[in-house]
T-cell receptor
Framework: GAGVSQSPRYKVAKRGQDVALRCDPISGHVSLFWYQQALGQGPEFLTYFQNEAQLDKSGLPSDRFFAERPEGSVSTLKIQRTQQEDSAVYLC?????????????FGSGTQLSVL | QKEVEQNSGPLSVPEGAIASLNCTYSDRVSQSFFWYRQYSGKSPELIMSIYSNGDKEDGRFTAQLNKASQYVSLLIRDSQPSDSATYLCALRKAGTALIFGKGTTLSVSS
């Protein structure tokens, strides 16, 4: 596709359920990022991949959050035993290279609501 | 102290005026600075990047960087109602991900 694709667009989960959010980056993009954006806040960094390697996961808020990118393309963010405070928009972004000046392209996000 | 600080606003300006958005950051080793625009319910889109001290102009937008004072600003000339959005300041250090401020909401009235 032409841009970063995320699915599902909306997800409603009951507290305690596990969820999996998918990100399909732009073809050939080396770097992939996950962000969490709560209402009225800026995006908060969660984790970063360069190809299949997870180089930084310092932003993951707890061990209930897990991300993978096994073949260096599609990535999945998994949240186990969801809590109400996990309700947010989860944004995925990719960039062609890994340099600090690289432009990030964002997907439309997955809006997660935990009831 | 957060790495990137922005006044959340809202900043209200009349159509045709200059909107001035400001951002300060705490880590002097930050190397790259960005302004993203985010419409309600949409994802952020890059509007300006700046890497060295001084001004950088692109159409109606001017980004200003002052590394000694650790601030970045964005000026929008001839503001239009379509500029009404949240403006996110972001920075990046070598080998790290983009770090965002919480954003400033701009409202341009016609």
């Amino acid at each position: 596709g032409a841009g970063v694709s995320q699915s599902p667009r909306y997800k409603v989960a009951k507290r305690g359920q596990d969820v999996a959010l998918r990100c399909d980056p732009i073809s050939g993009h080396v770097s992939l990022f996950w962000y969490q954006q709560a209402l009225g806040q800026g995006p908060e960094f969660l984790t970063y991949f360069q190809n299949e390697a997870q180089l930084d996961k310092s932003g993951l808020p707890s061990d209930r959050f897990f991300a993978e990118r096994p073949e260096g393309s599609v990535s999945t963010l998994k949240i186990q035993r969801t809590q109400q405070e996990d309700s947010a928009v989860y944004l995925c972004a990719s960039s062609l290279g890994s340099g600090g000046s690289e432009k990030l392209f964002f997907g439309s996000g997955t809006q997660l609501s935990v009831l | 102290q957060k790495e990137v600080e922005q006044n959340s606003g809202p900043l209200s300006v009349p159509e045709g005026a200059i909107a001035s958005l400001n951002c300060t950051y705490s880590d002097r080793v930050s190397q790259s600075f960005f302004w993203y625009r985010q419409y309600s319910g949409k994802s952020p889109e890059l509007i300006m990047s700046i890497y060295s001290n001084g001004d950088k102009e692109d159409g109606r937008f001017t980004a200003q960087l002052n590394k000694a004072s650790q601030y970045v600003s964005l000026l929008i000339r001839d503001s239009q109602p379509s500029d009404s959005a949240t403006y996110l300041c972001a920075l990046r250090k070598a080998g790290t991900a983009l770090i965002f401020g919480k954003g400033t909401t701009l409202s341009v009235s016609s």
